[in-house]
């Protein structure tokens, strides 16, 4: 009886399991490749996020000073309620301040309109070496776009009114002011006066 040559199973299935173990490494770099690259425009987003906010809040901050100035003529606040005032100082500077302690800087800052702020932003640290070819000297850039919103109304009297007149009451969302200039009670927070969000 002729014996059957002995086949070494375990020889056959190295092969194999090499194939295996180095297809799942790659795919873990792969991963781990979409995963820094998703980071990083995570990271240059936030920076662009909070640089259109700040940009934005600084000129609330200024427009909510111009009206505490002429908060005597009340035939003046539409303007400035509407962001129609000339003379303001240019905000992108705190857009860079912000994207710079979020690791990025402003390649551009733009007021498109009175109440509008676009930003845009690139990532200071690159995604970094990877399995993907160039990834290494490719950096995330991201936008955004904050705006400005009036949150009070108030009504003339009818005929107008003239500085040193009777004071409209101004309303904010839910909270009134009566405002007489020989008592002025505590004025309204820039806040309250303005909302600053991220366009949708």
């Known amino acids: 009886m002729t014996s059957q040559p002995h086949r070494n199973d375990a020889g056959q299935a190295f092969p194999i399991y090499i194939t295996v173990v180095a297809g799942l490494l790659f795919l873990a770099f792969a991963y781990l490749a979409v995963g820094q690259a998703a980071a990083n425009r995570n ?3 936030t920076a662009a996020d909070a640089a259109a906010l700040a940009a934005a809040q600084e000129t609330r901050d200024q427009l909510a ?3 505490a100035e002429n908060v005597g ?3 003046s ?3 400035i309620f509407d962001g129609a005032v000339t003379g303001l100082d240019d905000s992108c500077w705190r857009a860079d301040q912000l994207a710079a302690e979020n690791e990025a800087h402003v390649d551009d800052c733009t007021m498109d309109g009175p109440l ?3 930003v845009e932003v690139t990532s200071d640290e690159p995604v970094g070496d990877s399995i993907v070819p160039g990834t290494e000297d490719r950096y995330a850039q991201a936008s955004a776009v904050a705006v ?3 949150n009070c109304t108030f009504e003339l009297p009818e005929g107008g009114a003239e500085a040193g007149d009777v004071l409209p009451r101004l309303t904010c969302k839910e909270r009134s002011w009566d405002l007489d200039l020989d008592d002025l009670p505590e004025l309204p927070e820039p806040q309250e006066l303005f909302d600053v969000h991220l366009a949708d």
């Open 116 to 118: 509008r702020y676009s």
């Open 73 to 75: 003529d009340p035939t």
């Open 148 to 150: 400005i919103e009036s």
């Open 77 to 79: 606040w539409d303007t």
């Open 43 to 45: 990271g240059a987003q």
């Open 65 to 67: 000073g111009e009206w």
